[in-house]
């Protein structure tokens, strides 16, 4: 039985590091790896030791051959959802000096969830993603898919001010843990500590909201707490992603709100660092230069 179900994006993500010769730029080397938040939040979850499952948008083309091989090899439990499009595909062009020009297809649309949602799952995760590649129909479908002990958490994303008002608030009304930054929860007019704790008001468990290098804070029943970790950033990609995931296997442990956020914000530091789950599994898996590293 999947403890998690995580359903949202999936993605196929290349990084290209270029190198110039002459009036040319040529690619020097580039790395192959699983991503999309879904992806990320579902694969960490996996490699803490979660029995986790993926359900993803899939286009059924050359891109998720590669990333469904991919997610095969980590040992990642998933179900692809066939769509009207591409798969996601992210392209990162990474400079000599880190700076990261990204490239990304949005991925499928669905209008028919093929995928068995299980009944008995302890929590089921929606990445703000589906809310641009599912239909209203689609999503209330996924929610009526779960019992009524499953914990229901959404994690919001940068275009979320774009999505309709009517599908916001029914998300709301059906969420128990809402995930977002400063800038996504601004996006929909609560940036003020009053506005998130309203949400609580109306029968939200727990609203955390993400601080990148400030660390985090949770607004729940146990009070509003904040948590944050110095560390030297060698990479911020993933890392809200790896945060959501930590948080809920604290939760799954049994821990309270307060003390998952601190799980949250300690494996997120040692991501950005370079170290941690997500970064161990995408090193071991990724395709280095075109050969495979399996």
């Not at 302890?122 to 589906?130: E, K, P, Q």
């Not at 599912?134 to 898919?145: F, N, Q, R």
């Not at 890392?239 to 959501?244: E, I, K, L, S, W």
């Amino acid at each position: 039985m999947a403890e998690v179900v995580v359903v949202g994006d999936a993605c196929l993500d290349v990084d290209i590091f270029p190198e110039t010769r002459g009036a040319q730029s040529v690619v020097g080397s580039f790395l192959v790896a699983p991503a999309g938040s879904a992806g990320n939040v579902a694969i960490t979850l996996t490699a803490l030791g979660i029995n986790s499952l993926l359900l993803y948008p899939s286009g059924d083309d050359n891109v998720d051959d590669i990333l469904s091989g991919m997610l095969s090899a980590i040992g990642q439990k998933f179900c692809k959802v066939r769509g009207e499009g591409c798969s996601c595909l992210v392209v990162n062009v990474i400079s000599r000096r880190g700076a990261r020009r990204v490239y990304t297809s949005v991925g499928p649309r669905i209008s028919r969830f093929s995928c068995q949602v299980p009944r008995d799952a302890r929590f089921l995760h929606i990445s703000g993603y589906l809310l641009e590649l599912a239909s209203p129909e689609v999503i209330k479908g996924i929610l009526d898919g779960v019992g009524e002990e499953t914990t229901i958490s959404l994690d919001l994303f940068p275009r979320v001010g774009l999505v309709s008002r009517d599908v916001l608030e029914y998300l709301l009304k059906r969420v128990d843990i809402l995930f977002g930054n400063e800038s996504e929860f601004a996006a929909l007019n609560l940036s003020s500590e009053a506005a998130v704790k309203s949400l609580l008001n109306r029968g939200l468990e727990a609203v955390v909201v993400k601080k990148g290098s400030r660390g985090a804070v949770s607004y729940s029943s146990e009070g509003v707490f904040s948590y944050r970790e110095r560390v030297t950033v060698k990479s911020l990609k993933g890392a809200g992603d790896v945060f959501v995931a930590s948080y809920l296997s604290g939760l799954r442990a049994g821990l309270s709100h307060n003390e998952s956020l601190k799980i949250a914000v300690r494996n997120s530091a040692e991501h950005v660092a370079g170290g941690g789950p997500l970064n161990t599994v995408v090193r071991n898996v990724r395709l280095r230069g075109g050969c495979p590293q399996l």
